[in-house]
């Protein structure tokens, strides 16, 4: 299991940016997006970390159902390679491996060759567990108690089922599962035919990663973990007919395989010919499932003022947007003023508020974005330097924003968790560099459409830069004094001031460019 966890973890730092950049560029070809689900898969080794992956960017809005329904079929058959892999019974190499690629991680400089080491101690990890599960397997299979359990699954087949579910869904690797079932039929401990009972289960059980992290999530999110639940538990119910099963018996059978090679096989068989028949069939599946899990209106979020169909007056155009643009300005405000909160508590609720917040400032930006951009090339030049005005300010309220959400969040989190205390001095002097930063922010704001407010926009904003460098010295004199408070909270009490001062230059940037 932790080999397993420690293959994709570190095969997702590898190619986390290069995913979202991918399924961000999906086109409509589903048979495409079935390629993308296969090798992301491939890549990842877990299909349960690329479905989690797509209900993140759902809950983002950066996706729909439709255009991922081709990768979550592609991810089951993609699947199927680690368990291919598991199959050719590596394990009497997994020590000189691990020692091979320990010595290559433990040496290696770069973060790359570091991580592409760790996937391979992973993998090495997870030969030598399943090694060891083959070897006690052989000695269960005589022990009279375990041979009267699995008796009773033998006569009861969908017990079988249920168990290597539950593990699934506990240990979170389909691969895992289905290897545990190939020890135990080497060991003659169980049938082929109980170990497709155990294929069948795993192959739900994995759907629970992706069910787990849409919890909480938008109606996007949730689309794409339960289409990935149904998808799966309708491919399994097609072969736990009667007929179906043992036809597929039989098929396995035939080809005189070792009962592992046949396993293999057999979850290699089902997923394909699973993607075969629903790949018809997608745009259906999708339509349901968005009837299944419809829009909330109270939590759907959308643009309200923008619409790429209707505005044909660029100068109207520009002005929708403008209303888009100050809508986003509110909520970045809104982040900001939340922003010293987290340092009083480590409200987790506060947290998450302030993360759905940016994504709804990513939403606007881009929609936004799009819209001034499909207005630009029909305007006049001077319209022309107008939306590219407008566009950079939005850009730069979405990094101010994405300061908050990453940096200001991950400064006060540190404080939180090592139970730190600013002193009283310098907490008052964050509040008042809180304070100022929200004054010229409202000023900034407002000044975006009353460009006479520009000189003492950029006045105030010289000003916050005097007083960060002031109290960044005063901090510093207490470190001199040896205040213990000061000495614990520096390293957070200079980055946040940094933050502070970074965001006030972004949202003051426009004013500069009168």
């Not at 570190?10 to 390629?35: D, G, T, V, Y």
């Not at 075969?276 to 299944?292: D, Q, R, S, V, Y």
Request: a neutral charge; glycine letters at 6%; one cysteine or more.
């Amino acid at each position: 299991m932790f080999g397993m966890h420690l293959a994709s973890q570190s095969l997702e730092k590898i190619m986390a940016n290069r995913i979202s950049r991918l399924l961000n560029r999906l086109s409509e070809s589903q048979f495409l997006a079935i390629i993308v689900g296969v090798s992301l898969t491939t890549l990842l080794q877990s299909s349960g970390a690329v479905t989690s992956m797509l209900v993140s960017l759902g809950s983002a809005r950066v996706i729909t159902l439709p255009q991922v329904m081709g990768v979550i079929i592609g991810t089951a058959v993609g699947s199927t390679l680690t368990v291919q892999i598991i199959s050719l019974n590596l394990s009497q190499y997994a020590l000189p491996f691990f020692i091979f690629t320990f010595a290559i991680f433990f040496f290696a400089q770069k973060p790359g060759v570091k991580n592409l080491a760790t996937v391979g101690i992973g993998f090495a990890l997870l030969f030598l567990g399943l090694g060891m599960i083959s070897t006690s397997a052989q000695y269960y299979a005589g022990v009279q108690q375990v041979r009267d359990f699995l008796a009773i699954l033998k006569e009861t087949p969908m017990y079988s089922l249920l168990i290597s579910m539950l593990f699934c869904a506990v240990v979170h690797s389909s691969a895992v599962t289905i290897g545990v079932a190939m020890g135990l039929a080497q060991a003659g401990a169980i049938s082929l035919n109980d170990a497709l009972f155990w294929v069948y289960g795993a192959n739900i059980g994995t759907t629970s990663v992706a069910l787990i992290a849409s919890v909480g999530s938008n109606n996007i999110g949730k689309q794409v973990a339960w289409s990935h639940f149904f998808y799966k538990t309708a491919s399994v119910a097609i072969f736990l007919i009667g007929p179906v099963h043992d036809a597929f018996l039989r098929g396995l059978e035939a080809m005189n395989l070792p009962v592992n090679r046949a396993i293999a096989s057999g979850h290699l068989i089902l997923n394909v010919i699973s993607a075969a028949i629903f790949f018809p069939f997608i745009k259906t599946g999708a339509n349901l499932i968005e009837k299944l899990f419809p829009k909330n209106p109270k939590e759907d979020f959308t643009a309200e003022y923008l619409n790429l169909d209707t505005y044909q007056s660029s100068a109207l155009a520009i002005s929708y947007a403008n209303r888009e643009i100050l809508r986003t300005a509110d909520i970045v405000l809104t982040m900001i003023q939340d922003s010293l909160k987290l340092f009083e508590s480590g409200n987790p609720l506060l947290i998450e508020s302030i993360k759905d917040r940016d994504n709804k400032v990513d939403y606007l930006y881009r929609e936004t974005k799009m819209f001034l951009l499909d207005h630009a090339n029909k305007s006049a030049v001077a319209v022309h330097q107008n939306i590219m005005s407008m566009i950079m300010f939005l850009s730069d309220l979405e990094r101010a924003a994405d300061s908050i959400d990453i940096n200001i969040i991950t400064l006060a989190i540190k404080k939180n968790a090592l139970k730190l205390e600013f002193s009283q001095e310098g907490w008052d002097e964050i509040r008042h560099m809180h304070a100022n930063l929200l004054k010229v922010c409202q000023l900034a704001i407002g000044g975006f459409s009353n460009r006479e407010l520009c000189d003492e926009i950029i006045q105030l904003k010289r000003d916050l830069a005097k007083d960060e460098i002031h109290l960044r010295e005063s901090h510093i004199g207490r470190l001199n004094r040896g205040m213990r408070e000061s000495i614990n909270t520096s390293s957070i009490h200079l980055d946040l001031l940094s933050e502070y001062k970074r965001i006030a230059g972004l949202i003051c940037a426009h004013a500069y460019q009168k």
